[in-house]
């Protein structure tokens, strides 16, 4: 997967974020899904295929994760 020069990244953050915890931001590509913390932009991010990216939301989406 090629990821484009950080500038021509389009951040979007989750409507679930909030400023105290949680702050999720994800970007879209022709064929990839990038995944950050908000609050540590410059920090590690999550790189997955879009096919990835759609199993684990589906995933969500169905429960399938037990909870701690």
Partial sequence: MT???ESTIR???STYSDNQAN???VAFG???VLV???KHS???RLQFSRSEWL???RAVRDD???PW
């Fill in 30 to 32: 022709d064929g990839w």
């Fill in 64 to 66: 399938q994760f037990l």
């Fill in 11 to 13: 951040w979007r953050k």
């Fill in 36 to 38: 950050h913390d908000s």
């Fill in 55 to 57: 199993a684990f939301v």
């Fill in 23 to 25: 702050c999720v931001e």
């Fill in 3 to 5: 990821i484009p020069d």
């Fill in 42 to 44: 410059d920090g590690v």
